[in-house]
């Protein structure tokens, strides 16, 4: 599946060091860098206590709480799941089920659209009984049976994680089974009494990025010390993990030698013996293998056998043979977003101008490939939520930002029936989106999505909260809602925000996959500032063409959207009256060393090359700070447990502004990892605050804002 490449990039990031002497000397807010350091602590809960009074204080943060946590814990989300071995698998949360359950029902109860659920593990009894505030992660069980499991469980929401076996069949962690202690851990299983497993393993074992660098074959009841290696790649490189596609009886080895963030060598063993170099490009991402064939999508060019195969395309390669075919090539506008192999063909989820279509790929003799289209609503984002497990059928969504999800069932002839739809979370009878383009400064036009009443489009003032991610090869799509739930989404947005007056607007800015492969490329290293450039171009679009102005106009984005927050602010602070900034990546001279940072120099570039710091220095936030300047006064928020992007980057940024003279509000949860949250609860109380920081800065007063519109 496309998304693997995704999951493996967020399998961990790595506690950082204490700033060295020479750091602390040249950097006079280094101390901040210590994660559970006296003084840093001191000064986040210091911070805290000044910023969250006053936020929570607000008349509107109360009821948007409220309006928050109904909708995150509400059983009246959609339940999806994917199929395996003739049940769907579903992992749940709601105000009853704060960390979650693991659930399945059978297939046949689940397409009546009446699923009779029965619990797998219970995540909060599990906390309870042991005493640990466990947090669920990934869940890898052994197909085609889906009995033999590895469970990942968090200490607070952390990436670096257990795994634990547990047996689906009784219910039950597996007494004397596997157990892989809290590291940052891939895994797969070979067969039910032999795991592939990359983590770390002492001295040696961890590439500078943070990641594993040895993957070893583990047998049951063996010492992971003892278990002998399988595969090493270099201390330079980003990280090598493992995966097992159990095909037509076989075991097909795949090794992911990562040598930069997006760049992979690729090497494979039937049965995980006797490893060979693959001839792909380095660009491209497995997705599983069918009818012996490994299936590849591709982000660059690939020329093979004397056939070129463009960069946004799928090709299958034959494992035996060697030779290769095309499967379904992207045009100028499309992206290919994910992709899952059944039992005969594929599925795939694809854009067309950022919107969502589904197709069937089938391979007929003489090794060409035909898609099919799957029949689903227009105009919104289609998800494939399952395909495979040991069947042609799939499951997928479709919703818009003011569209409820709904999900549907599609059979082997691919004709989609509707298993449940969910219910609307607000009232959008009045509300109205559009897709527009803006001309950046390089003259392409960039799309985006703008949603309010009617009448709030023309307003000429209405508060408006823009938003944008440009990086990592991932779109920005106009969702209704997903777990985890962002402020960005329809169902949230459409209740706390819209209905309120304000305007939602999503900025499909470059970095990102809304055009593919191509779209992502343009922006990286030397080329970030086209993302930046992007965001602004759309925020002067929205007041040249009457929707806001500079003072109504707010914009949010988090992880790599909080680097973006943080040059927009240095940039054009002219064109802002609100900026929430999340777990941020902020000091670009740093970055490297704190966190998972060193991973993503495919992405920015190495500051510790002066060829490269050099454009990284024109718009790293941290140093581009500066006195005298009228920054709006931003929101920022991290946790302490993010051992993704380094909780430093929060703290340095608001102690500089404080030192130039700048107020800020600051949140710093002491748990919950890159998500920033470990619960719902947290979830609810965090968007809470983002929303009543934008309603307080952006919108007249509560006895206004707050009218009969907010029901």
């Known amino acids: 599946m496309l998304k693997r490449v995704f999951a493996a990039a967020i399998v961990a990031g790595v506690a950082a060091q204490g700033a060295t002497a020479q750091d602390k000397t040249a950097d006079p807010y280094a101390f901040l860098e210590e994660i559970e350091g006296a003084?840093?602590?001191?000064?986040?809960?210091?911070?805290?206590?000044?910023?969250?009074?006053?936020?929570?204080?607000?008349?509107?943060?109360?009821p948007m709480r409220e309006e928050a946590l109904a909708i995150l814990t509400s059983t009246d989300r959609l339940a999806t799941g994917a199929i395996h071995n003739g049940a769907v698998y579903n992992f749940w949360q709601d105000e009853t089920n704060v960390r979650g359950v693991w659930r399945r029902a059978s297939v046949e109860s689940f397409r009546s659209g009446a699923p009779e659920w029965e619990t797998v593990l219970d995540f909060d009894k599990l906390a309870e009984d042991e005493g640990e505030?466990?947090?669920?992660?990934?869940?890898?069980?052994?197909?085609?049976?889906?009995?033999?499991?590895?469970?990942?469980?968090?200490?607070?929401?952390?990436?670096a994680a257990v795994w634990r076996e547990f047996d689906s069949q009784t219910k039950q962690f597996v007494e004397g089974g596997f157990y892989l202690p809290e590291a940052k851990t891939s895994l797969d299983w070979l067969d039910e009494n032999t795991l592939l497993v990359a983590t770390e393993r002492g001295e040696g074992s961890l590439t500078t990025s943070g990641y594993p660098r040895t993957i070893v074959r583990l047998a049951r009841?063996?010492?992971?010390?003892?278990?002998?290696?399988?595969?090493?790649?270099?201390?330079?490189?980003?990280?090598?993990?493992?995966s097992v596609d159990h095909d037509g009886g076989e075991a097909h080895v795949f090794i992911d030698k990562r040598v930069s963030f997006f760049e992979s060598e690729r090497s494979y063993g039937l049965g995980g013996e006797n490893f060979s170099r693959l001839p792909l490009p380095l660009n491209a991402d497995f997705q599983g293998v069918l009818g012996g064939r490994a299936?590849?999508?591709?982000?660059e060019t690939w020329s093979h056998q004397g056939k070129d195969y463009p960069l946004g395309s799928i090709v299958a390669y034959d494992l035996k043979s060697g030779g290769a075919e095309m499967v379904m090539a992207a045009s100028g506008s499309q992206s290919i977003e994910s992709v899952e192999v059944g039992e005969s063909g594929l599925v795939v989820s694809y854009l067309e101008d950022v919107s969502g279509k589904a197709a069937r790929l089938s391979r007929k003799k003489g090794g060409k490939w035909t898609a099919k289209e799957i029949r689903l609503p227009p105009n919104g984002v289609v998800k494939l939520t399952s395909a495979g497990g040991g069947t042609d059928d799939a499951m997928l969504t479709f919703e818009s930002l003011t569209t409820p999800q709904s999900l549907y069932y599609v059979a082997a002839d691919n004709k989609a029936s509707t298993i449940a739809s969910m219910p609307a979370f607000y009232d959008a009878s009045d509300v109205v989106v559009e897709q527009r383009f803006a001309t950046s400064a390089d003259g392409t036009n960039i799309p985006y999505f703008?949603?309010?009443?009617?009448?709030?489009?023309?307003?000429?003032?209405?508060?408006?909260?823009?938003?944008?991610?440009?990086?990592?090869?991932?779109?920005?799509?106009?969702?209704?809602?997903?777990?985890?739930?962002?402020?960005?989404?329809?169902?949230?947005?459409?209740?706390?925000?819209?209905?309120?007056?304000?305007?939602?607007?999503?900025?499909?800015?470059?970095?990102?996959?809304?055009?593919?492969?191509?779209?992502?490329?343009?922006?990286?290293?030397?080329?970030?500032?086209?993302?930046?450039?992007?965001?602004?171009?759309?925020?002067?679009?929205?007041i040249s063409s009457g929707v806001t102005s500079a003072d109504k106009l707010g914009a949010i984005g988090r992880s790599n959207g909080g680097l973006l927050m943080g040059a927009i602010m240095t940039q054009r602070p002219d064109l802002y009256g609100a900026i929430v900034?999340?777990?941020?990546?902020?000091?670009?001279k740093r970055y490297t060393k704190l966190g998972a940072g060193a991973s993503w120099i495919g992405e920015y570039g190495d500051p510790e090359?002066?060829?490269?710091?050099?454009?990284?220095?024109?718009?790293?936030?941290?140093?581009?700070?500066?006195?005298?300047?009228?920054?709006?006064?931003?929101?920022?928020?991290?946790?302490?447990?993010?051992?993704?992007?380094?909780?430093?980057?929060?703290?340095?940024?608001?102690?500089?502004l404080r030192d130039l003279g700048y107020d800020f509000f600051y949140y710093e949860n002491m748990e919950g990892g890159h998500g920033g949250t470990a619960n719902q609860d947290q979830l609810a109380y965090r968007i809470a605050l983002e929303y009543a920081y934008f309603a307080r800065m952006l919108m007249s007063s509560p006895s206004i804002a707050d009218g009969e519109d907010a029901d």
């Open 133 to 159: 505030n466990w947090v669920h992660g990934d869940i890898n069980c052994l197909s085609p049976e889906y009995r033999h499991c590895m469970i990942e469980m968090s200490y607070g929401g952390k990436d």
């Open 295 to 299: 299936i590849f999508f591709l982000r």
């Open 581 to 588: 900034n999340g777990v941020p990546l902020f000091d670009m």
């Open 609 to 656: 090359k002066p060829e490269e710091w050099a454009y990284i220095s024109k718009y790293s936030p941290q140093q581009n700070l500066a006195a005298g300047k009228e920054y709006p006064k931003i929101f920022l928020y991290t946790s302490t447990q993010d051992d993704r992007v380094h909780p430093g980057h929060a703290r340095k940024a608001g102690a500089k």
């Open 39 to 62: 003084k840093a602590i001191a000064w986040a809960k210091k911070e805290n206590a000044r910023s969250l009074p006053e936020l929570e204080a607000d008349p509107r943060f109360a």
């Open 450 to 542: 703008i949603m309010g009443k009617g009448s709030a489009l023309k307003a000429g003032d209405a508060p408006t909260v823009q938003y944008a991610y440009g990086g990592f090869l991932s779109a920005t799509l106009p969702v209704y809602y997903e777990d985890p739930s962002r402020p960005q989404h329809g169902a949230l947005a459409g209740k706390m925000w819209v209905s309120r007056g304000g305007v939602l607007v999503l900025s499909n800015i470059r970095g990102g996959s809304e055009y593919g492969p191509r779209w992502h490329q343009a922006a990286l290293k030397e080329h970030r500032q086209r993302a930046f450039d992007d965001f602004i171009a759309i925020s002067e679009d929205l």
């Open 221 to 242: 009841g063996a010492a992971l010390a003892d278990a002998p290696l399988v595969f090493e790649g270099a201390a330079e490189d980003v990280w090598v993990w493992a």
